[in-house]
């Protein structure tokens, strides 16, 4: 038996009630395209991929340097990842949020501006559906099972999106045009949706961000400079804390069946 002084001393055990701190959310960036995928190619030869990645890595420090969230990357090179493995990353990580990075081309080169775009069954406007058709293009370079998906599959998997991860998609989208629009241009009316296959993780509220277009040739050279990407990433970066400070504590782990994730 220990002497009665040194008893007295000893720390007292542990409670197995003490609540455990919970992980910090999961933020899971997607930088569009890579590898074999280059994306769209600026008018001087600058590749969407390049700028996706280098735009991502910004994002992804200074949402790290916050101390309010863990964040990782569907790719950290130059490496092509089809579009439904993205969304399975997000999911067997259990992000509480995934956000796709792009800078996109359009035939009209005068267009420019960053955008936000959310899934949808139909889209939005005649643009946003070639930009969702070029984008789920992206996987004719991952093979024919990519390639041959019934539409009514595409329709079923549309579906799944539950009502409440739409609602904190939409708030995520409209968090992120109020804080580009500090800082950056924005495409006219730079809200919309479509079926972007990308963003169809059922209980992952996720938006798409086009930063701007690569076919217009300011656009182009703001996205090669490092201090844009920063401005484009800070603005990005307000618009997450303000999705989890309407949102609350977030999950750290992916849904049980049966279990709702709150959005909101």
């Not at 600026?42 to 390049?50: C, D, L």
């Not at 009316?189 to 701007?212: Q, T």
């Not at 300011?218 to 309407?246: G, I, N, S, T």
């Amino acid at each position: 038996m220990l002497p009665a002084t040194i008893a007295a001393a000893a720390p007292p055990r542990s409670s197995s009630r003490t609540a455990a701190r919970p992980p910090l959310p999961l933020v899971l960036l997607d930088p569009g395209h890579g590898g074999k995928d280059p994306g769209a190619i600026g008018v001087s030869g600058t590749y969407e991929k390049h700028v996706a990645l280098a735009s991502a890595q910004e994002l992804q420090r200074q949402l790290i340097a916050s101390g309010r969230y863990r964040v990782e990357l569907t790719r950290t090179r130059d490496v092509f990842i089809p579009l439904q493995d993205r969304v399975g990353i997000a999911q067997r990580r259990g992000a509480a949020l995934f956000v796709s990075m792009h800078a996109d081309a359009l035939s009209d080169h005068g267009v420019r501006g960053a955008s936000v775009y959310t899934l949808a069954d139909t889209a939005s406007d005649a643009q946003t559906a070639a930009l969702a058709r070029r984008e789920n293009a992206a996987d004719r370079f991952g093979g024919p099972s990519f390639r041959d998906t019934p539409p009514e599959v595409a329709r079923i998997l549309t579906s799944l999106v539950r009502r409440e991860t739409r609602t904190g998609s939409a708030r995520m989208a409209h968090s992120v045009v109020g804080e580009l629009g500090r800082d950056v241009p924005l495409l006219q009316n730079p809200a919309r949706h479509a079926g972007f296959m990308v963003l169809r993780a059922a209980d992952i509220p996720s938006v798409l961000v086009e930063m701007g277009f690569m076919s217009n040739r300011q656009d182009e050279a703001a996205l090669r400079r490092p201090d844009h990407r920063a401005r484009v990433a800070a603005a990005m970066k307000r618009a997450v804390d303000a999705y989890f400070a309407h949102a609350g504590p977030a999950p750290a782990g992916p849904l049980q069946p049966g279990a709702a994730r709150t959005t909101g």
